[in-house]
């Protein structure tokens, strides 16, 4: 009797281990599922960091060769011009070099004190061409400084418009919102713009806030400004240029003055627009 008690225990215990068995095999069945899935969602996790990194690495390299671009550019404006190069006596010295290397351009410009230093072109082709094209004619998403196709540079028309992108890292026009802060105004408030044939001093006298609207809108449009006409059409322009500005400079604008129009792209609304206007000077005492 107890044999076959102590028998059938045993038997009781084999089924109960082989029930704990097949528990155990369905257990590691399904931790090792869970793994693969970990594993697999661990390399997804992987392989889209990396992706991400190589994009930012992607972009910061591109945005090094642009920096390194006009660098470069910078350092053509500043050395010495040699005189071996094809006479081109219309154009100030320091541009004959970039201007043989594209005749696109139109002039330079400088904020001191700012990182706004950079040469303008002016396309031939077509308005917008370098908006993602760079000095060289290359594809590159932080285009060029740029004047509007409209203008005449040589005459030049009393308003020139430069255009530029702001760009998140700083670069192109980039640090012009900076303008909407009044103290920052008051530090930087002078700029030069050079054509191919004369040094300029402006002073910037309105910092505003626009945005871009349909040619139909019987809307003021800052950026359709070339020249005045007459004292009474200058004098229209003045008082919706006004309605538009962050602040008052205290610098006024008189008609007859020489002007140029830095704009870009803000992000307080759609289409929006932030435009810096200053007028040329014969000093820095004006």
Known sequence: ??????GNSMQDKINQLTKENENLKHMVKKQQKKRRLHNIIGIILI?????????????????????????????????????TDIPLSDILPEYHKMYETNSDL???????????????????????????????????DAGSIFADARNDLLLPDDNIIIYGHNMKDGSMFGTLQYYLDKDYYDKHNMLSFDTLHKHGTYKIAVVGLSKISEESDDTFKYYDFINADSKKEFKKYVENIKKLEAYDTGTSLEYGDKLITLSTCNSVEKDGRLFIVAKEVKNEQD
């Open 47 to 83: 392989v889209t960091g990396l992706l991400f990194l190589g994009i930012l690495a992607y972009g910061e390299w591109k945005g090094y060769l642009s920096a390194r671009k006009v660098k470069k550019l910078q350092e053509q404006k500043n050395s010495a011009y040699n005189g």
């Open 1 to 6: 009797m107890d044999r076959f008690k102590n």
């Open 106 to 140: 139109a002039g330079w410009i400088v904020i001191d004190g700012t990182d706004i230093n950079y040469p303008v072109v002016q396309s031939k082709v077509y308005q917008e061409f370098y908006l993602d094209h760079n000095f060289d004619g290359e594809k590159d």
